[in-house]
């Protein structure tokens, strides 16, 4: 079975704190990607990686980072959290392809106070 | 930006009664798939139509797509409460990647034993 994990299911961060969400796949899937999910909006892409060191800004980038130093790693960093990224942040890995399943992680909740 | 748009946004129903789930997307597609979340959970996949493809079934799902309409459906067979969730649709190829993912809102699902 496919398995994605993350590094924490709850997180609690101070605002203008640097936040590290960390996440690993199993199956060697090239393409590894970063989601939030708020109530009403469903889910957003944030930054996708097609490749090691590869990196593409998805839908809303915008105060987020990422970093894929290996293949199974794919890890999303918040430089300077602020109350708006409180949020449910879930990732992904699929292989290539259009003819493509993603399989998620069981996400991080992450409130900044 | 949001690609599908699921109807109902919540449904209840008891055990044993079907249930009926739609998607509208918006561009040309590669692939349509449904996605179920447990409340608080990653997203698993349940399947995956083709654009040339106009109906499949898996189990006690049933998908079904009209391309010329942009839309898709989702059935759900003799319900259980266990199968209480929020289901996503999302599409695959068009005018974007056609390895990303763009996810509509969701539909709330409640069976009550």
């Known amino acids: 079975d496919v398995k994605v994990t993350q590094s924490s299911r709850y997180l609690v961060k101070r605002t203008g704190e640097k936040v590290f969400l960390e996440c690993v796949q199993d199956m060697d899937h090239e393409n590894m990607f970063w989601y939030r999910q708020d109530p009403g909006l469903g889910l957003r892409l944030i930054y996708f990686?097609?490749?090691?060191?590869?990196?593409e800004k998805g839908d809303i980038p915008e105060g987020y980072s990422v970093s894929r130093e290996k293949k199974e790693r794919f890890s999303l960093i918040l430089e300077s959290a602020s109350t708006n990224q409180t949020s449910m942040y879930l990732c992904?890995?699929?292989?290539?392809?259009?003819?493509?399943?993603?399989?998620f992680g069981p996400g991080t909740r992450l409130t900044v106070t | 930006s949001q690609q599908g748009e699921e109807d109902p946004q919540a449904l209840s129903i008891q055990e044993g009664e079907n249930a009926t789930m739609n998607c509208s997307y918006k561009t040309s597609i590669n692939n349509l798939q449904w996605y179920r979340q447990n409340s608080g959970r990653g997203l698993v996949h349940l399947i995956l139509?083709?654009?040339?493809?106009r109906e499949k079934h898996s189990g006690r799902l049933r998908v079904t797509l009209d391309t010329s309409k942009k839309s898709s459906s989702l059935l759900i067979t003799a319900s259980r409460a266990a199968d209480t969730a929020s289901y996503f649709c999302a599409t695959v190829g068009g005018a974007y990647n056609t390895d990303k993912l763009i996810f509509g809102t969701g539909t709330r699902l409640q069976v009550f034993p």
């Open positions: 992904a890995s699929g292989t290539s392809g259009i003819l493509y399943e993603q399989y």
């Open positions: 139509i083709r654009s040339n493809e």
């Open positions: 990686s097609y490749d090691v060191k590869m990196k």
